[in-house]
């Protein structure tokens, strides 16, 4: 069964509830080994604040390349049929030619690094038209003042905005931009068993 995507508990667990939520959109719940769920939390929020307390500036670049590397290995111990891809900067836009795009039309999913006030991790489940379905954990009352940007309340198990593309490619600080293209950062994850393959479908094709 799957269940809802879940929004992150305090001002700091973007990532870890982020890389959760990727796992708990491609997989049943009765699929997932604890140890995947515990790993997620013990190697994110390593990032200590100004004052010197630990998690309290989030979590890093660093933690999330190892994280996605251990989320690899892992799938290949057949516990589950997960894969994963570690992109850094010019490799992480949307559009045409997108790593991104191809992985999302394929059934994959993808943690980002973005701006939102501050830098914070979101999941895209999709991608449609230009357009991008994206689950932000962060739970908000308050409307966007960007009238492109749609909240969506009735899918809870996939995604809670659909965004333009083009809000992602900015390199500006501004809300959704993934930033100067030399620090971004995106994880792709896949469930191996829907993944989509030329063998599968001709459908995902950029």
Known sequence: MKVPLRYQISEYDCGPTAMLD???????????????IRNIMLYCLD?????????????????MMF???WLNNFG????????????AAGNVFLGQGSYIDDALKRGG???????????????LTGVQDGRVRMFDPYYRRDKFTEPEITTVQDQPCAYNRIVPEKFFNREALATYALGPVDTREAIIIYNEVTKLTAAKTVEYFI
């Open 67 to 69: 994280l996605s590397n």
């Open 109 to 123: 999913a993808v943690v980002v690094r973005l701006y939102l006030d501050e830098w914070h991790y979101a999941l």
């Open 47 to 63: 990032c200590y604040s100004a004052e010197g307390v630990s998690g309290k500036n989030g979590t890093s670049c660093m933690a």
């Open 22 to 36: 990727a796992v708990s959109y491609l997989f049943e719940r009765e699929e997932v080994p604890p140890e995947v």
């Open 76 to 87: 290949k111990t057949g516990q589950l049929h997960i894969a994963s891809e570690y992109l």
